[in-house]
């Protein structure tokens, strides 16, 4: 049973600054690649940035330049660097993980979400 744990959320001014982190436990045997996705309210899920195994990223349009996604591959932990945010970052934050086993299956693992509100 692999768990996501997420942490960091919270009210900040707009440009301010918020530091998401997602570590997994449990028995993962490899992971794919991680990511951060959000969920404003009446709103679909949407991609915020991912990154792979070998440290390729891919993100938004909307939050390029502003936010950054690392991971800590020892900690099976991703985080998300929120720079500049602005009112429209306010949502419910979740990471995802998309791992496979030792006889090769895809596992797509999600973290409760954390909320982000973006307000003065």
């Known amino acids: 049973q692999v768990q996501l744990v997420e942490s960091g959320g919270g009210l900040v001014q707009p440009g301010g600054s918020l530091r998401l982190s997602c570590a997994a436990s449990?028995?993962?045997?490899?992971?794919?690649?991680m990511g951060w996705y959000r969920q404003a309210p009446g709103e679909q899920r949407d991609l915020v940035a991912t990154?792979?195994?070998?440290?390729?990223?891919n993100y938004a349009d909307s939050v390029k330049g502003r936010f950054t996604i690392s991971r800590d591959n020892a900690k099976n932990t991703v985080y998300l660097q929120m720079n500049r945010l602005k009112p429209e970052d306010t949502a419910v934050y979740y990471c995802?993980?998309?791992?496979?086993?030792?006889?090769?299956?895809?596992?797509?693992?999600w973290g409760q979400g954390t909320q982000v509100t973006v307000s003065s």
């Open positions: 449990g028995n993962i045997f490899s992971i794919n690649a």
């Open positions: 995802n993980f998309d791992t496979y086993d030792p006889v090769g299956d895809d596992h797509d693992y």
């Open positions: 990154i792979t195994s070998s440290g390729n990223t």
